[in-house]
């Protein structure tokens, strides 16, 4: 069954999540980031400000964050990223 990235760069996942819409509203020991969505609510999203991301605490993100493995593959593939997430669900 293939994982989520080991150890991604976090500026990479930054990158990915805002090509799903999110932005970043702080940055501190932890980064905080949020979106709009089309029926006015807000989805928020916080992330250890770490130099890497462990794929267990990405995961934890995503599935917070109600993102589909799929969509934050595809942000992955647009992006191209260095890392690629396939087949397993959240």
């Given at each position: 069954?293939?994982?989520?990235p080991?150890?991604?760069p976090?500026r990479?996942?930054?990158g990915?999540?805002e090509?799903l819409?999110?932005?970043?509203v702080?940055?501190?020991?932890h980064?905080?980031m949020?979106r709009?969505n089309?029926?006015?609510?807000?989805?928020?999203l916080t992330?250890p400000?770490?130099?890497r991301i462990?794929?267990?605490t990405?995961?934890t993100?995503?599935?917070q964050?109600?993102i589909?493995?799929?969509d934050?593959?595809?942000a992955?593939?647009?992006?191209?990223?260095?890392?690629?997430i396939?087949?397993?669900?959240?």
């Open positions: 069954m293939p994982k989520f080991v150890d991604a976090r990479k996942v930054i990915a999540l090509r819409g999110f932005r970043v702080r940055e501190k020991e980064i905080s949020i709009e089309a029926d006015g609510s807000r989805t928020p992330m400000n770490h130099p462990k794929a267990s990405l995961r993100i995503c599935s964050a109600g589909p493995l799929d934050f593959h595809a992955n593939e647009e992006g191209r990223l260095p890392f690629k396939t087949g397993s669900e959240l």
